[in-house]
């Protein structure tokens, strides 16, 4: 596997874009949602967390397959990398269509429940609904182009994910413009997109890996374990950071009875969406490389590695954060022409470009403790400071100070830089170097 390997540079630079371009489809969603009213937008955005929180559950799958997958890579085992694609695979296809089933039906009572403003609440049900129901792709998608770039194929789901953008963009324009279908339009186009997204991954991993014609394999009960293991602490890492944000959504609708805040939220989410973009693919990269050399045992390497990736995110997303927060108000006039939103949203760029430098170190050298198998770690820690700084600052600074979302938004700064103390801590510590998954031939 060494000398077929792709250096940092060549795994990182398609899934940035790729990341890019789904975090412009939910720009473009937001764009264009703007022609409907602020409020459509902060129901959509509202949903989508909303969403998130249920579907977080595939990512027991998801990131412990890809741990798997990359280190068994790394010794020269492919088989057994196929087997825990086949078994992830099974394992989210009937999550996917219990979770579906559930959205659909139970749209209105979850969003009632969590407490989603009155303004918002018709559109995020209708959105919910269509997008929520069709979370079985949420499911799959990953499954496949996980498979994809543990194996070095970065390229392809890029494709797929830049097909399902353009064909996304058209279907919002005809939806919203010609057949003034509103939020319903824009949801049953991003559901089409993933759909389009879904069969190219699918049909570039059977053209491109033969990994299943190797006859390695391990007990399936064995391979499992090895998912589970790191999957089950990251779902649950998941799981409450999506509560969180669930609570902090909560509390931001509480603050006012027009969704200001909330929109605010929205609105600001989709700008730095760009530079977390960033982030999110070093992380990415550096994780499918860290499989790579543990599962080769070359561990100095990878403690270089980790090093390198997360100190040019830090460089990276400081500069980006600091351009969009210079032209806030530049960006915010392609969204809306109100003065205050205008205003509130500048000010939570510039405490997001703190937030940002936390998160990009916190998501790659958590991301390479998760790829090592010290997952649980990882899940410690942010059970700790997403609730005492996150949830806890917004409550305090946001509700009880009268900070309101510029509240909340230091609260979740402050959360995001103390996490990334403790995972560059834990790596520097070598603890990781003894969390191998793979059995060895």
């Keep these: 596997m060494k000398d077929e390997r792709k250096s940092l540079t060549q795994l990182f630079v398609p899934i940035c874009f790729e990341t890019l371009c789904y975090m412009l489809a939910g720009m473009v969603d937001t764009l264009m949602l703007s022609s409907v009213n602020d409020q459509a937008v902060g129901a959509v955005g509202t949903a989508n967390t909303y969403i998130g929180v249920f579907i977080?559950?595939?990512?027991?799958?998801?990131?412990?397959?890809?741990?798997?997958?990359?280190?068994?890579?790394?010794?020269?085992?492919?088989?057994?990398?196929?087997?825990?694609?086949?078994?992830?695979?099974?394992?989210?296809?009937?999550?996917?269509?219990?979770l579906s089933f559930f959205l659909f039906f139970c749209a209105e009572p979850v969003l009632k429940v969590v407490g989603v403003a009155d303004l918002l609440l018709n559109y995020a049900v209708t959105y919910m609904k269509i997008v929520g129901g069709s979370c079985i792709l949420n499911a799959l998608?990953?499954?496949?182009?996980?498979?994809?770039?543990?194996?070095?194929?970065?390229?392809?789901?890029?494709?797929?994910?830049?097909?399902?953008?353009?064909?996304?963009?058209?279907l919002n324009a005809v939806f919203l413009f010609v057949l003034d279908m509103g939020v319903t339009g824009v949801?049953?186009?991003?559901?089409?997109?993933?759909?389009?997204?879904?069969?190219?991954?699918?049909?570039?991993g059977m053209h491109l890996i033969h990994a299943g014609k190797e006859k390695d394999r391990l007990p399936n009960k064995v391979v499992l374990g090895q998912i589970i293991r790191v999957g089950l602490p990251s779902?649950?890492?998941?799981?409450?950071y999506n509560l969180a944000m669930t609570i902090i959504i909560r509390f931001l609708n509480q603050m006012d009875a027009d969704g200001l805040n909330v929109t605010a939220r929205s609105y600001a989410v989709q700008i730095t969406n760009f530079s977390f973009s960033v982030g999110a693919a070093l992380a990415q990269a550096n994780a499918i490389l860290t499989g790579w050399r543990?599962?080769?045992?070359?561990?100095?390497?990878?403690?270089?590695?980790?090093?390198?990736?997360?100190?040019?995110?830090?460089?990276?997303?400081?500069?980006?954060?600091?351009?969009f927060a210079v032209f806030s108000g530049v960006l915010m006039g392609f969204f809306t022409d109100d003065a205050v939103m205008i205003e509130l949203v500048g000010k939570l760029m510039v405490i997001d470009i703190v937030l940002e430098m936390g998160r990009v170190s916190n998501l790659v050298f958590g991301n390479a403790l998760k790829t090592s198998g010290d997952a649980v770690f990882t899940t410690v820690i942010a059970a700790i400071f997403m609730y005492a700084c996150a949830v806890g600052g917004t409550y305090i600074l946001g509700i009880r100070l009268g900070m309101l979302v510029i509240g909340a938004y230091i609260g979740m700064a402050l959360d995001e830089c103390a996490r990334a103390v403790c995972m560059f801590l834990r790596w520097r510590s070598g603890k990781w170097r003894e969390k191998e998954l793979i059995q060895k031939s």
């Design 187 to 204: 949801a049953i186009a991003t559901v089409i997109s993933r759909v389009v997204n879904l069969i190219i991954v699918i049909f570039a």
């Design 56 to 98: 977080i559950m595939f990512s027991v799958v998801s990131s412990g397959m890809i741990a798997v997958m990359t280190q068994y890579i790394g010794a020269g085992r492919n088989g057994v990398a196929y087997q825990a694609k086949q078994l992830g695979l099974v394992f989210s296809a009937i999550l996917g269509i219990v």
């Design 141 to 170: 998608i990953p499954i496949f182009s996980s498979y994809l770039r543990a194996f070095g194929y970065t390229k392809e789901p890029l494709i797929a994910t830049l097909t399902g953008n353009v064909l996304n963009f058209i």
């Design 294 to 323: 543990i599962g080769a045992g070359e561990y100095d390497e990878c403690d270089k590695g980790t090093k390198k990736a997360a100190l040019i995110g830090i460089v990276v997303a400081t500069l980006v954060e600091t351009l």
């Design 235 to 240: 779902a649950m890492e998941s799981a409450l």
